[in-house]
Each structure stands twice: as C-alpha cells, then as structure tokens.
Nanobody
Framework: QVQLVESGGGLVQAGGSLRLSCAAS????????MGWFRQAPGKEREFVAS????????VYADSVKGRFTISRDNLKNTVDLQMNSLKPEDTAVYYC??????????????????WGQGTQVTVSS
C-alpha cells in the first residue's frame, strides 16, 4: 500500500513557474516508479512525467519536455515536479501516481495503482 499527498498548486501567470511536491509513504517505496498526470476539464487524465525511485530514470510527455523537470528525494520520500514557462494549456488538476511498473506511468492512466488527491494548477494568459 502506498499513500500519496500532493502540495504546491496554485495560480500563476503564463511564463511563470510552480513547483509541485508529492509526499509518499508505504512499504518498499524503492520498488515503485512515481509519476505525475494531469486532467483538464472535459479531458482524460494524461501522462506528464515519471521517474524511478532507484535509478532516477525519467520520462516526459512531449508537451512538457524542456519545461518541466521531475525529481525525487529518497531520504524525504518526495517526488517534485518543477514547472517552468507555464502556458494556459497547462491548466489542470495534477495528480501524483505510483506503480510497480514504469510502463504504467507513461501512458494511459487506467493502469496506475495509486493516486494522490490532486492539486489544482491554473495558468492565466
């Protein structure tokens, strides 16, 4: 069992930055991959970025490459998403996710085992 709690969302102007954080707890966290998804109103939940606890390998959606950076702190059991050069189309509820298989965190949201409660990110134009 894994518990995930997000923080750090808010309102920012286009071109600005926000940093999201996900606090994870549970046994054998090192066995899991972690990721971020987002869901805009009327749209499906979509993959944003993922990272493995052990090696720190990362994967990004094309829409955020070069603007977002995912990182993890193994001592604090946190996974952060640094978001720079934000655009209005980045507006969504952002969810932290965890799964034993990295592949489940790079595609459809339907295969993900654990979710946080979500945090709202709003980018104004």
């Amino acid at each position: 069992q894994v518990q995930l709690v997000e923080s750090g969302g808010g309102l920012v102007q286009a071109g600005g930055s926000l940093r999201l954080s996900c606090a994870a707890s549970g046994r054998t966290l090192s066995s899991y991959a972690m990721g971020w998804f987002r869901q805009a109103p009327g749209k499906e939940r979509e993959f944003v970025a993922s990272i493995t606890w052990s090696v720190g390998s990362t994967v990004y959606a094309d829409s955020v490459k070069g603007r977002f950076t995912i990182s993890r702190d193994n001592l604090k059991n946190t996974v952060d998403l640094q978001m720079n050069s934000l655009k209005p189309e980045d507006t969504a509820v952002y969810y932290c996710a965890a799964d034993l298989f990295l592949g489940h965190l790079t595609g459809s949201a339907r295969y993900v085992d654990y979710w946080g409660q979500g945090t709202q990110v709003t980018v104004s134009s």
